[in-house]
């Protein structure tokens, strides 16, 4: 079988950190072509992780212009997410975009309608989705054993571990901090869990109440207050048409010691779980409460004949099968759309001290 050739534009971290190294552990890939504005990036990526020959461009445009390239990944910040990955599609190539879909609402609508138009495969990378844990559960609730789950939170926080490289502070480039960053992860995963993509209302907060200080302690070395334009935390309240309810926590730097991200607490009629220990499945069971524990191994995921990945490279695996098998990738654009469209009406509540109703 011919090797699926893939462009990687924005060689950055996430790049180097997921996409790149993931795609390379497949034997039926091959990155041909490497785009950031700093050349220096996009040749080091070449050089690690491209064929021989591969290309190098410092305008996006250039590489999408080759016919030989099938799939992108766009690995920019968020404000370039729509453009790029618009122009990919109407070049003729399948795009996995990097989470979140897009800064706000219309660009991700426009993203989802320029796949239809040309029929091109789009996926966001919701790499959370792959890991052992929430696989597990997702079973658990498509086997209706939760029942039907009404009230959920979608938790990401982080103490004190404010991202202070790249663009990460900068309101204008990402749309916004913790919560379109990391808070993103929580809400997918808990919109899957419940297939509840119809949500009536939400009502948030955002602060910045510790992005103002000097000096101060972080996983990443002391922030510049003056850089820091967006919310250091942000939260969420979020009603879905059929009653049920969400709650949305989200941090970079909190005075909190109950941390963890890219969790999600379930609550149905037969049982819930939580991932804030481990996967936890709690119920009743003959007039007795219990808690259980699944047994899940290690990091890696047990993949077709019991080979191990980590969950990184199981979304580059079946995406890139998605595209060979011509079938829907496990991250519906519609999907990544609605958490998009729930992450700005938080903001826009934030802003306005109103509720935001969804049409």
């Known amino acids: 079988m011919e090797k699926v050739k893939v462009g990687i534009i924005g060689v950055g971290g996430i790049a180097n ?36 020959g591969a290309k190098v461009f410092t305008d996006y445009k250039d590489l999408l212009a080759m016919d030989d390239i099938d799939v992108v990944h766009v690995c920019t910040p968020n ?19 990097e989470k979140p879909m897009a800064k706000n609402s219309e660009e991700a609508r426009a993203m989802l309608e320029a796949a239809k138009r040309t029929g091109k495969k789009l996926t966001i990378g919701y790499q959370n989705r792959f890991r052992p844990d929430s696989l ?60 509840n993509y119809k949500p009536a209302m939400a009502v948030g907060t955002t602060y910045h109440k510790l992005g103002s ?13 003056k850089k820091f334009t967006v919310e250091d935390s942000a939260f969420g309240f979020i009603t879905f048409e059929n009653g049920a309810t969400v709650i ?49 191994g290690g990091k890696g995921v ?13 979304e580059a695996k079946m995406w890139i099968d998605s595209v060979i098998n011509d079938t829907e990738p496990l991250v519906k654009p519609e999907q990544a759309l609605v958490v998009t469209e729930i992450l700005e009406a938080i903001y826009k509540s934030a802003a306005t001290g109103k509720p935001v109703y969804f049409k």
């Open 302 to 314: 047990d993949f077709y004949e019991g080979e191990s990945i980590t969950p990184a490279e199981l």
């Open 136 to 195: 597990y559960l997702k079973k658990m609730c498509e086997n209706g054993e939760l029942g039907e789950i009404y009230l959920a939170k979608a938790l990401a926080i982080r103490r004190r571990a404010v991202p202070t490289w790249g663009v990460f502070l900068d309101e204008e480039k990402q749309g916004g901090g913790p919560l379109i960053d990391i808070g993103t992860h929580s809400l997918d995963l808990t919109l899957w869990m419940m297939d």
């Open 79 to 97: 404000n370039a997410h729509a453009p790029i990955t618009i122009a990919a599609l109407e070049a003729g190539k399948h795009v996995m975009c």
């Open 248 to 296: 949305l926590e989200s941090s970079w730097a909190l005075n909190t010691l109950q941390t963890g991200e890219a969790m999600t607490v379930l609550c149905g009629t037969e049982a819930g779980a939580d991932m804030l220990d481990g996967l936890r499945i709690n119920g009743e069971k003959y007039s007795k409460t219990y808690v259980f524990k699944p047994e899940l």
């Open 17 to 52: 950190g997921k996409h790149m190294p993931s795609l390379s552990a497949l034997n039926n890939v091959e990155m041909v072509a490497f785009c950031d504005l700093i050349e220096e990036r996009a040749v080091e990526g070449a050089k690690k992780y491209g064929v021989p």
């Open 213 to 225: 200080k000097e000096n101060a302690a972080n996983a990443w070395g002391s922030w510049d207050p």
